[in-house]
């Protein structure tokens, strides 16, 4: 299973970017896909994840309301829409995919395959 992250750039406070997590290689074994970040000089925390078939996302509780994850399962491609950014939302941000199914948001040792990370930098 590989994940390719994209769509991470520079952006105002206040303002929206979209993350895609393309998926491929073996996608039947996936059984949900999450989104992590991961700041400078802190560790990697979750964000929210998302059943690859049929289910609704989960969220940490800072990002509910202001992100939506969301997947396209005929482009093989999992979303995360950010609203209202926040300085503090700088990070670089992660994809991976955890072979079982969950239902909440898991730490980062719960996935197994991982994403190379796009940098999200929000300026106040």
């Known amino acids: 299973v590989q994940l390719q992250a994209s769509g991470g750039g520079l952006v105002q406070a206040g303002g929206s970017l979209r993350l895609s997590c393309a998926v491929s290689?073996?996608?039947?074994?996936?059984?949900?896909v999450g989104w992590f970040r991961q700041a400078p000089g802190k560790e990697r925390d979750p964000v929210a994840s998302i059943p690859w078939r049929g289910g609704i996302g989960h969220y940490v509780d800072s990002m509910k309301g202001r992100f939506t994850i969301s997947r396209d399962n005929a482009k093989n491609t999992v979303y995360l829409q950010m609203n209202s950014l926040k300085p503090e939302d700088t990070a670089v941000y992660y994809c991976a995919a955890d072979p079982r199914r969950r239902v909440g948001v898991t730490p980062s040792s719960s996935f197994e395959f991982w994403g190379q990370g796009t940098l999200v930098t929000v300026s106040s």
């Open positions: 290689g073996g996608t039947f074994r996936i059984g949900t």
